[in-house]
């Protein structure tokens, strides 16, 4: 743990947990491009903690997949490739398919009420988002809002293990998608279709027709979206 003093003059602790999660929420979002160098000497100040508290973090992060490691050579930013995306959106659809037929079946009210809470948050983001003409300006928080969605309509399968290895996946698809993909994955209006698709077909406890709508939300991406978004910002 490292201290810094803010310019309040109070002193401030980050961890390497603290360090982690903000590098990972960066990651996902698009803050930095693809292959891009992350040198812990670099972003010491952007995250006001020190090369060694960064390198514990970018080291996790390594170990998780998010970032590569080379010796000699440092850590960087991955680069995706259409065989990884491709793969990793396999994983994920199969991760997710299962999570939801055990919640379907496990659901209960609580659940109920959690997933559409989450879809409430992630339909509001996405309506602003249908007039933008600038999404990246939304990016990060549509990223964190879909996530959450997600996450709630596997969230009552029972499974922490599950729940934690469909995280890491959704993450990883997460940057490929925007590093692939011109809108960050966003298609407007047919994106909050397919959202709605999957929640309706969940509270109805039509397993099938959720697995149906989650395929088709996932896989369409496939031949859309050709144009690279813009160049993320490091700082």
């Keep these: 743990m490292s201290k810094h003093t803010n310019f309040s003059g109070a002193t401030t602790h980050t961890s390497a ?17 693809a292959g891009e160098k992350l040198k812990p000497q670099h972003l010491k100040d952007l995250f006001s903690t ?15 997949s998010f970032v590569i ?27 997710e398919k299962e999570g939801l037929t055990l919640s379907i079946q496990q659901g209960n009210l609580d659940w109920e009420s959690n997933l ?17 003409t600038d999404l990246s300006d939304f990016i990060r928080t549509w990223s964190r809002y879909d996530a959450q969605f997600h996450a709630a309509l596997i ?3 029972r499974s922490d293990l599950l729940k934690k290895e469909h995280r890491r996946i ?3 698809y997460r940057i490929h998608a925007i590093a692939e993909l011109g809108t960050f994955g966003f298609r407007g209006k047919t994106t909050m279709d397919e959202h709605q698709a999957i929640v309706d077909s969940a509270l109805e406890r039509d397993t099938d027709a959720c697995i149906k709508a989650v395929d088709q939300h996932v896989t369409i991406y496939r031949d859309q979206d050709n144009v690279k978004p813009p160049t993320s910002q490091s700082g």
Excluded at 18 to 33: C, Q
Excluded at 50 to 63: D, H, N, Q
Excluded at 75 to 94: A, G, V
Aim: charged fraction near 25%; charge should be positive; proline fraction near 1%.
């Design 69 to 95: 490691f080379e010796e000699q050579r440092g850590f960087s930013t991955l680069n995706p490739t259409r065989e990884s995306f491709l793969e990793l959106r396999s994983l994920r659809i199969l991760l």
């Design 17 to 33: 947990g603290v360090a982690y999660e903000r590098l990972r929420d960066g990651l996902i979002w698009g803050r930095w491009k």
């Design 116 to 132: 559409v809470a989450a879809h409430g948050q992630l339909q509001l983001i996405e309506r602003k988002m249908l007039n933008a």
């Design 50 to 64: 020190t090369s060694g508290v960064l390198r514990e973090a970018l080291i996790r992060l390594a170990g998780e």
């Design 170 to 172: 959704y993450d990883l």
């Design 155 to 157: 969230a009552n399968c």
